[in-house]
């Protein structure tokens, strides 16, 4: 005989499976008739079950909820799979646009383009197309430009739980000294 958390965790198992994208702990209880405690617990020990046993499939946080998707290191399989039908690479000038955005957060058009040096229309674009970054108001200002920020997309796509894994600046200069460091004593 299965028991109520075996029993709430499967079901819980077939909800992010069906869903397919992110999903809050408090929307997992209500489908599931539960309290967030309760669903929590379940997902907590249903996660531990898929990461015990490297399963192809992992639950993972993302933003403020949970995701099934492919665990990392299957990914390439599954690509070779079905396809590249996965979005294709950004652009130089849309990865840059996109960090000024993740950094910057909200921020309007007019600042990127003054960080960049270059009209941003269509990396904008092509961000917003792709779920990457979303218009999250306006500000009060002359003309009320659209502010930016990013998504539960841009965490999903570079496997971040929260915006605070992302690399801090100082960590990135450290990384680029040494980079440059390392070239000088190459040459």
Do not use: C, W
Not at 19 to 47: N, P, Q
Not at 86 to 112: C, D, G, H, R
Not at 154 to 180: A, G, H
């Amino acid at each position: 005989m299965v028991n109520r958390l075996e029993k709430l965790m499967k079901i819980i198992e077939g909800i992010l499976f069906a869903v397919g994208d992110v999903i809050t702990i408090d929307e997992l209880a209500s489908a599931a008739g539960v309290t967030s405690i309760e669903a929590k617990a379940a997902l907590r020990e249903l996660k531990d079950q898929y990461d015990q046993q490297q399963r192809g499939i992992e639950i993972a946080a993302i933003g403020d909820g949970y995701q099934m998707r492919t665990r990392e290191t299957y990914y390439e399989y599954v690509r070779k799979a079905v396809g590249d039908k996965a979005k294709k690479n950004l652009s130089p000038a849309a990865l840059e646009t996109l960090a000024i955005i993740a950094y910057n957060q909200p921020i309007i058009k007019s600042a990127i383009e003054h960080v960049r040096g270059v009209n941003s229309d269509g990396a904008v674009s092509t961000l917003l197309e792709r779920g990457l970054i979303e218009d999250v108001g306006r500000l009060d200002a002359p003309g009320r430009p659209i502010l930016y920020a990013t998504t539960n997309e841009f965490l999903r796509s570079f496997s971040l739980t929260s915006l605070s894994e992302m690399p801090q600046m100082k960590e990135l200069e450290k990384e680029k000294k040494e980079e440059n460091t390392q070239l000088q004593v190459e040459f």
